[in-house]
């Protein structure tokens, strides 16, 4: 396993409403590639807004992080970071209702600079991947949830971040269906070196990670390694 | 899938939407081209008014607002024709009165000899005789109208004439009338000793420009028309038109540009979270703006060409009303669409402004949380 950690949390602090809500107070965190880690606490421990900041989608008030050589809140494009070193998963999977499977999966696709044609074969690839073959026509309201949350997992995958940042990846499936998708997530780890964050409030879900953080009040108050994370694939793609 | 096949699925989820607002911008868009190919044609018709009978040019009225009010007495034209730069001239008296159905029948006065000095196409028949007081050459068009052949009568503006001759011309106001006697009209248009204008050939050599100048110079009472541009100085109609089409383009670009605005405000608002998606998955604030512009050009696009089509069909339409019809063809011309297409991507692009500027506002958190 690589030693340099590839995230790096160090005293961030995000605040809303005008700084009356504190949703992190001075939270530290280090991720190392190719670890699987989970992130639990209660609701309103601030979880989810740590992996938002890992995702470029908001800046932290105070603090710093890093993701790669990126530091963020200094960093001008963060939408070209989010299209290429972040892949995200949703609870809900937010897929486009108007879009085949196949097209979903490319949306990604357009900041990349590829072709048409290339966007398409790299699709029918990542949907196979994900056990989705023969569905890319498929559109998200003729899918059942496991496959949406697959869709979404093969659209995360569309630019080869070399990590996967999940928010309740299992929060609106079956039993069934998070097992599938938390088998797809290991085996992606296992398969292609992927770095995961995850957050869940699920202990369960959580146990299938390698490393735990427990979050409270906007701090991370535990961090529990369950297990040794295989070394990252030298060879993936990123 | 392409950006472009990205855009169109877009609009595609909003059908009703979609039609609506290219309806309301294609009503605009149809204005534009019913309006610009007639006034197109009204100016072909004003070319060919002057080009008419191998003349150089005309000679009217002074600031007459209509060039059938206009009025150059038979003394003004006999200085004109005595002049030693002008070859020959023709006095014309435009006369408008009802035919069968067509209440705007022109009956142009001329006098016998003067239509001996014209290359007519004589279709059928001769010429008005010297002297001949109820004779009348029909334009092809109007014969066909009519219903009237050669020895037969008709009835111009409840007088009866006997036709002596049919005759093919260039332009479609003489084919849809008559000549008769310049005296006779003159009688019945109580316009006794003028003409409305006159054709004026200059001797061989000489510049046109020249010898109109020098008419204007020695009698300021007229104009001497050569081009078309100077055609406002006889007839302030097409000037108004020109105006008004210009008008109704600016009020098309105005009430589209609100209708897009509104349709693509919605459209924004509704795919607030989709569009925090988008962001969310790496797209640029320049994608989004591209995305946002592009559905409103494909929107005013599809407007201009379904606007263009109704637009010909309105100005075909038209032609259907005897007094338009018997006075021009409607011109299709490059520039009647280039302005149609103008107006569509400005009203695309002004539309499109607001929309995009407020989801650029949007961070992807912001519009993520959107419900």
Sequence with gaps: MSSEPIIEISGVVKTFEKGVIAALRGADLSVRAGEWVA???????????????????????????????????????????????????????????TLTAAENVQVPMFEAGMS???????????????????????HPAELSGGERQRVAIARALANEPPILLADEPTGSLDSEAGRHVLDLLARLRDERGLTIVMVTHDADVAARADRIIRMLDGRVVGDETLRAAPAAASGSAH | ?????????????????????????????????????????????????????????????????????????????AAVDARDDVERTVGAL???????????????????????????????GRLIAPGATDEVMLGVRAADKLNAGVGETVELDRRTYTVVGIMKADSVWEDSGAFAPLATVQEHAKKPNVVTMIYVKVKPGLDRHEVADAIEDDNPLLSAVADVDEYSEVDQGIVIMDALNIAISALAVGIGAIGVMNTMVMSVFERTREIGILRAVGWSGNRILRMIIGESLAL?????????????????????IPAVGSLLEPAYTLDVFVRALFVAVVVALVGAVYPALRALRLTPMEALRHE
């Design chain 2, 1 to 77: 899938m392409s950006f472009l096949g990205f855009i169109l699925k877009t609009l595609v989820r909003q059908k009703v939407r979609t039609w609506l607002t290219v309806l309301g911008i294609s009503i605009g868009i149809t204005t534009v081209v019913a309006l610009g190919s007639v006034v197109g044609g009204l100016k072909e018709t004003s070319a060919q008014l002057l080009r008419a009978y191998d003349s150089d040019f005309i000679v009217a009225q002074k600031g007459a607002s209509d060039l059938s009010f206009s009025a150059v007495t038979e003394e003004e034209w």
């Design chain 2, 300 to 320: 005013c696009l599809i407007a201009a060409a379904v606007g263009t089509a109704l637009g010909v069909a309105a100005s075909r339409a038209v032609l259907y």
């Design chain 2, 94 to 124: 435009l006369h408008v009165a009802r035919a069968g159905g067509n209440p705007y029948f022109v009956t142009v006065g001329v006098r016998a000899e003067d239509l001996a000095k014209i290359d007519l196409n004589i279709r059928d």
């Design chain 1, 39 to 97: 992130i639990v606490g209660p609701s309103g421990c601030g979880k989810s807004t740590l992996l938002h900041l890992i995702a470029a989608l908001d800046v932290p008030d105070c603090g710093t992080v890093r993701v790669k050589d990126h530091v963020l809140e200094t960093k001008k494009n963060l939408s070209h970071f989010r299209a290429r070193d972040v892949g995200l998963i949703f609870q809900l999977h937010n897929l486009l209702p």
């Design chain 1, 116 to 138: 048409s044609r290339e966007r398409s074969r790299r699709a029918q690839e990542l949907l196979a991947l994900v056990g989705l073959d023969g569905k890319e026509k498929q």
